[in-house]
């Protein structure tokens, strides 16, 4: 089970910071990812963190902005956002796979999603 949080409504230029607590398996073990769903559109990738959180992928519109971890003793994987725009305005949903991809189809298990909205 997955349980994302820490979504708001912030001002455009905040930063905020979401977390995914996973519970009822080896949460070390696997990759852990981040996505995206604006209203009208299909959902997107945005970040995934390998197992032992040493290698990140991003998608193009969000690196060097965000910033995926994962602190594996807690069970949790982070998605830091900064300078955040109102395109950015999605639900964001952990999912955790075994393969390190961006590829959504390939994610196993996924959170319910937590609201973003980023007013400008």
């Known amino acids: 089970q997955l349980q994302a949080y820490g979504g708001g409504l912030v001002q455009a230029g905040s930063s905020l910071t979401l977390s995914c607590a996973a519970s009822?398996?080896?949460?070390?073990?696997?990759?852990m990812g981040w996505f995206r769903q604006a209203p009208g559109k299909e959902r997107e990738f945005v970040a995934a963190i390998n197992w032992n959180g040493r290698t990140a992928l991003y998608a193009e519109s969000v690196k060097g902005i965000f910033t995926i971890s994962r602190d594996n003793a807690e069970n949790t994987v982070y998605l830091q956002m900064n300078s955040l725009k109102p395109e950015n305005t999605a639900v964001y949903y952990c999912?955790?796979?075994?393969?390190?991809?961006?590829?959504?189809?390939?994610?196993?298990?996924w959170g319910q999603g937590t609201q973003v909205t980023v007013s400008s």
């Open positions: 009822g398996r080896t949460f070390g073990s696997y990759v």
């Open positions: 999912a955790l796979g075994q393969l390190f991809t961006t590829q959504t189809a390939k994610y196993d298990y």
